[in-house]
Nanobody
Framework: QVQLVESGGGSVQAGGSLRLSCAAS????????MRWFRQAPGKEREGVGT???????TYADSVKGRFAISKDNAKNTLYLQMNSLKPEDTAMYYC???????????????WGQGTQVTISS
């Protein structure tokens, strides 16, 4: 049974930092693309970034230079380091997993329950 559990959310002031974690069980990290998404109230879900099975990362333009995705394959844990946070980063943050197949990331088919991030101005 696959399980993704996010943690590390909270409330910080603008300019601050947070590090989110996503503990995964039931999957081999090297065989999956791990993604972070976020969704603010009244807005569509937005992809934040991805790390593929080989460790390559991509980011949404809105977070480039401020956020960093990393993973620990031994611990099966995904991280999202968020710096220089802005009020517009306020959202529920989700981690998700999709198969990494022949160098391509498939759609995410496993999702965590989310962790809330609130940034005050």
């Amino acid at each position: 049974q696959v399980q993704l559990v996010e943690s590390g959310g909270g409330s910080v002031q603008a300019g601050g930092s947070l590090r989110l974690s996503c503990a995964a069980s039931g999957i081999n990290f090297k065989a999956y693309c791990m993604r972070w998404f976020r969704q603010a109230p009244g807005k569509e879900r937005e992809g934040v970034g991805t790390v593929d099975g080989d460790g390559r990362t991509t980011y949404a333009d809105s977070v480039k230079g401020r956020f960093a995705i990393s993973k620990d394959n031994a611990k099966n844990t995904l991280y999202l380091q968020m710096n220089s946070l802005k009020p517009e980063d306020t959202a529920m943050y989700y981690c998700a997993a999709g198969l990494y197949w022949f160098g391509q990331c498939r759609s995410s088919n496993y999702w965590g329950q989310g962790t809330q991030v609130t940034i005050s101005s």
